[in-house]
């Protein structure tokens, strides 16, 4: 798998679990399966919005949003400035953000100096080993990778000790920062564990060494999911006892309490793993949200373009895309249409439009969903983009919506999905689907031949 499909699985799954644990924070356990015991991938899917706070659905938490702000920073300055990211989470605080720790609020609303306010309020006997630092931590991890692991690891107890002056706090953010290096590497995360406890500090060893081990479990916490260890014990327990990314985040959110952030530090770890294209289309689709004292609204375009900053394309722009023909759409198969960028762009409301390509921002439809599928042999898992797609347009029919596909030129990307959804829904063969596709749709393009392949082992699937 390419490297940037994990930093931007990793980037994205942080933010897409805070949004998607987001409702459920502080409940009971098992109340998402509860609400969800199969994937809702119609109109409504499980980024159902709500909670204490209100949120709306596909929205992110303050998890994300310092997350963002230290992002920023580390691209803007090229580096770790410790001053820089205390005076940006301060001026964050400022705001009145609806959601923010305790903790951080003291240590942000205290008028000390950015390098020992943390740790005054530590001296003072207040707890201070929360998640809150370990939950921003993703980009930090991204950034710092490709230094080696000490360095990854030291970077991760400065960034730690802004806000949280309990050194345990700075030790579970170094193991993360590992086991993420690692993973963005294709590596195993337990055996990153092991090669990170003899870096951590002598005195809180046994104990992240007992939280970190394989056979622990979140029913052997000592405290509450609100803590660092059974945040990132409950993630990697999450990691081991799932093979997918939606299997990971629907084990740690049915755990209850703490919900947005065990999933946003789960998220990173199982996205780092799967890759963008493991996360459902139907979650990443309605990202969104905004940094209390701060201009602009994130989307998903915004997320992909930071993840590829943060791994070392300091100049990478947003994208525009160029203007294509501007296909009118065509019916291709029972409420199944097809259309290039422009004529999707351009196309009637109710439509539930199925992006296959990037399109610089979302369309106005009630219902888009955006896909990462690239047009040359370099996607990683075809089939498991194939079948989140297919399983995504059969549950919007069964809703009632019109289903329109589309690529930049509406050829080879739509063409791929539209032969597969033939083939899943009639039965016909790959040959047959495909002369079906061409025969109603003329744009149909063939040159991709490691989509030929994978319509083929669908076929045999």
């Not at 201009?295 to 791994?311: K, Q, S, T």
């Not at 989140?388 to 019109?402: E, K, N, S």
């Amino acid at each position: 798998m390419d490297r940037q499909h994990r930093v931007a699985g990793a980037l994205i799954g942080s933010a897409v679990g805070d949004a998607l644990g987001a409702p459920f924070e502080f409940g009971p356990d098992g109340r998402f399966s509860a609400r969800f015991p199969s994937p809702a991938r119609g109109v409504a899917t499980e980024m159902c919005g709500g909670g204490t706070l209100g949120w709306e659905p596909g929205e992110f938490t303050d998890d994300t949003q310092m997350a963002l702000l230290l992002a920023e920073s580390l691209v803007e300055r090229n580096g770790l400035d410790g001053a820089d990211v205390f005076d940006r989470f301060r001026r964050w605080a400022e705001a009145d953000p609806p959601d923010i720790g305790l903790q951080t609020r003291a240590v942000l609303g205290s008028c000390l100096p950015w390098d020992t306010a943390a740790a005054e309020h530590f001296r003072a006997g207040n707890r201070s080993a929360g998640n809150g630092s370990l939950m921003r931590n993703t980009p930090a991890a991204i950034w710092f990778a490709r230094a080696g692991r000490e360095a990854t690891m030291d970077a991760a107890r400065r960034i730690s000790a802004l806000t949280h002056g309990d050194p345990a706090a700075g030790e579970g953010c170094a193991i993360f920062h590992e086991v993420l290096r690692v993973l963005l590497a294709g590596g195993d995360a337990d055996a990153a564990v092991v090669d990170a406890l003899p870096l951590v500090a002598a005195e809180h060893r046994e104990k992240w060494a007992r939280v970190c081990a394989p056979s622990w479990r979140p029913q052997d916490a000592t405290e509450g999911n609100g803590a660092v260890w059974p945040t990132l014990g409950s993630a990697l327990w999450a990691l081991r006892n799932s093979a997918t990314f939606e299997e990971a985040l629907r084990l740690v959110i049915d755990l209850g309490g703490d919900t947005d952030t065990v999933a946003c530090v789960t998220g990173a770890l199982a996205g780092a793993r799967s890759g963008i294209a493991g996360i459902p289309m139907r979650w990443t689709s309605v990202l969104h949200g905004r940094v209390p004292g701060f201009e602009g609204r994130w989307e998903l375009p915004d997320l992909h373009l930071l993840a590829r900053r943060l791994d070392g394309h300091r100049s990478a722009q947003p994208y525009a895309p160029p203007t294509s023909h501007d296909l009118e759409p065509a019916e291709v198969a029972p409420g199944v249409w097809a259309a290039d960028l422009d004529g999707a762009r351009r196309s009637d409301r109710d439509f539930a439009v199925v992006s296959l390509c990037r399109t610089g921002g979302r369309f106005g439809h009630d219902v888009q969903r955006l896909a990462y599928l690239v047009d040359d042999d370099t996607n990683p898992e075809v089939a498991t983009v194939l079948d989140d797609v297919l399983d995504d347009m059969a549950a919007l029919r069964a809703d009632g919506r019109r289903v329109l596909v589309h690529c930049f030129g509406g050829a080879s990307r739509t063409g791929l999905v539209l032969r597969a959804w033939l083939m899943r829904t009639e039965g016909l063969s790959a040959q047959e689907a495909t002369e079906r596709v061409a025969a109603r749709w003329p744009h149909l393009g063939l040159w991709n031949d490691s989509f030929t392949a994978a319509l083929e082992e669908f076929g045999r699937r």
